[in-house]
């Protein structure tokens, strides 16, 4: 995934309507920080983990 700055950031993942992170200032502050020692000249770049969960059929036992 990749972000312009903090502010992008910010937009796309922060301030997304559907969660309320609720951050303190101290928080944010801190989020900042480590979000800004990723950036680059290019932005700031990050791989995303794909979950899968596998679901497996319980087999029918003899009656």
Same mark, same amino acid.
């Given at each position: 995934?990749?972000?312009?700055?903090?502010?992008?950031?910010?937009?796309?993942?922060? !301030?997304?309507? @559907?969660?309320?992170?609720?951050?303190?200032?101290? %928080?944010?502050?801190?989020?900042?920080?480590?979000?800004?020692?990723?950036?680059?000249? !290019?932005?700031? @770049?990050?791989?995303?983990?794909?979950?899968?969960? %596998?679901?497996?059929?319980?087999?029918?036992?003899?009656?």
């Amino acid at each position: 995934m990749y972000f312009e700055d903090f502010t992008d950031f910010e937009q796309k993942i922060l !301030n997304i309507t @559907h969660t309320d992170h609720h951050l303190t200032d101290n %928080l944010f502050a801190s989020v900042k920080h480590q979000f800004e020692s990723h950036m680059s000249s !290019n932005g700031a @770049h990050f791989q995303v983990p794909v979950r899968i969960d %596998l679901l497996h059929k319980a087999h029918a036992t003899p009656a």
